[in-house]
């Protein structure tokens, strides 16, 4: 390997996967490679969900020893979640998963002391009921000295040093989007205290060395550093839209969809909270204007209920299915837990007076036009709210390899889709660290490298745009 090329390895976790893949970087060149793939699958015990952490650790060892020698770690994760440890840093139980229903009913009362308005005016989050100041509420915290969110976690078993870092951190609803820093008043108004999270961390921050044990077991020279990423995994997702100008929206699929804008200062007025929009921190002082809708989560539980049928032919016959027969709200709390996924759907087609559809080919299609309609929906709103046209929009992540989703994307939007690259988060993962160690300038630097060296697909909007209206106006009972 040439002494200009470097190797990255990044750790993308998922609702469903991990992976450790290994991103190779020089002045023209990136390559991404998976070195190792292993399943995340959550456990129900007596009380409550909760994540195989211990796992998923396994798994990031597995795929560091997969790797081979490299330059640097990254890793990033879904968000929201975390570990306490007590004061001899050991890890207080497993942690709590977003789906567990401990939080139901928190937010209402938690409002009682800080009122919605005042909440979102404060730290620019949407309500999701799984939000981390919700959770901490419903947790007792006993015995707790640190909390650590995920990829932090993760981080301090490799390396052991602790801290928060920043994109991640904004999704716990304590952080002021406006100073990019930890928002004390509404902590001590609702009874946290922030002393429990380590030392913000920026994207690029050095974040230790792995520990000798950790080297000894993965087969790896040392001294390997771990640099800070983008550790929320829509953060690196986002940091890795190849964009070539301003005027762009981004929609990042796999379980979730995100839909939204890259801005330069937050939207906190009354209207954005009221349409459900969040302010999340992106990479170099940005911020990532969003809706959380729930994605391709709703054709995962589908097919999970099937028996996992081939989804190339479920696909293929979904699109011969008429469009928009049937459509149902794709950010509806309701379809938040797992189980009964096809039955739910049709419950809630039924409930609205819309033809009920049966075979899983119908179901596909009424999701896949439910998803479209409110990825149209999020991008229509988010432009409005932030006063911030656009004229394109990018889809990211693993929607991408869905080519029936993207075409329908771009139908509903009225707007050229651009898809890919598909590991979007890996991809911003590795563009942080090369940035870190000298061989990216900047974030326009590490889109115009991935514009160049990354497949993409375009697809072009077709058909009457009036359908999709009327479908939204359906879905709203207008």
């Not at 001590?188 to 002393?195: A, H, K, P, T």
């Amino acid at each position: 390997m040439s002494a200009s090329v470097k190797s990255y390895a990044a750790v993308d976790l998922g609702a469903s996967s991990g992976r450790v893949m290994v991103g190779r970087v020089g002045p023209d060149s990136l390559e991404l490679s998976e070195a190792h793939r292993f399943v995340n699958r959550p456990v129900r015990v007596p009380e409550g969900l909760r994540w195989d952490i211990l796992s998923l650790y396994g798994g990031v060892l597995d795929g560091l020893k997969a790797a081979g020698q490299v330059d640097s770690v990254g890793i990033d994760s879904w968000a929201v979640d975390y570990g306490l440890l007590d004061a001899d840093g050991a890890l207080l139980g497993n942690p709590v998963h977003y789906r567990d229903s401990r939080t139901e009913g928190v937010a209402q009362k938690l409002w009682a002391t800080v009122p919605a308005p005042e909440l979102y005016a404060a730290t620019g989050l949407q309500y999701a009921p799984f939000n981390t100041l919700y959770q901490l509420v419903a947790d007792r915290l006993v015995g707790a000295q640190r909390l650590l969110l995920i990829p932090d976690l993760l981080t301090y078993w490799l390396t052991g040093e602790q801290g928060t870092e920043l994109t991640n951190a904004s999704t716990t609803q304590l952080i002021d989007p406006r100073t990019r820093a930890w928002s004390y008043d509404i902590a001590e108004r609702v009874g946290i205290d922030l002393e429990l999270f380590a030392p913000l961390r920026q994207p690029g921050d050095p974040a230790g060395l792995l520990r000798p044990e950790v080297l000894e077991e993965t087969g790896l020279r040392g001294p390997v550093p771990v640099t800070a990423v983008g550790s929320h995994d829509t953060a690196s997702a986002v940091a890795a839209v190849p964009a070539s100008r301003e005027r762009f929206a981004y929609i990042c699929t796999g379980t979730w969809s995100l839909a939204g804008l890259e801005l330069d200062a937050p939207v906190l007025t009354e209207e954005s909270r009221a349409a459900n929009f969040t302010n999340e921190l992106g990479l170099d002082g940005t911020v990532r204007y969003l809706r959380n809708i729930m994605g391709l989560w709703l054709l995962q539980e589908c097919v999970r209920a099937w028996g996992d049928p081939d989804l190339g032919e479920l696909l293929l016959d979904a699109a011969k299915v008429p469009a928009l027969r049937s459509v149902v709200d794709a950010g509806d709390a309701k379809f938040l837990a797992p189980g009964r996924m096809p039955e739910r759907i049709a419950e809630a087609c039924r409930a609205s007076g819309q033809p009920v559809p049966v075979s899983p080919a119908e179901v596909t299609r009424c999701i896949l036009d439910s998803l479209a309609l409110a990825h149209r929906k999020a991008v229509d709103e988010a432009q409005r709210l932030a006063g911030h046209p656009v004229d394109v929009v990018h889809v990211v992540g693993g929607g991408t390899r869905n080519a029936l989703l993207c075409q329908l994307t771009a139908d509903a939007c009225g707007l050229p889709v651009v898809a890919g690259p598909t590991e979007a988060a890996a991809l911003g993962n590795v563009l942080v660290q090369a940035r870190a160690h000298g061989l990216v300038s900047d974030l326009a630097g590490g889109r115009e490298l991935l514009t160049r060296t990354q497949p993409l697909t375009r697809y072009e909007p077709q058909g009457d745009s009036g359908r999709w209206r009327e479908a939204q106006a359906r879905l709203a009972g207008d």
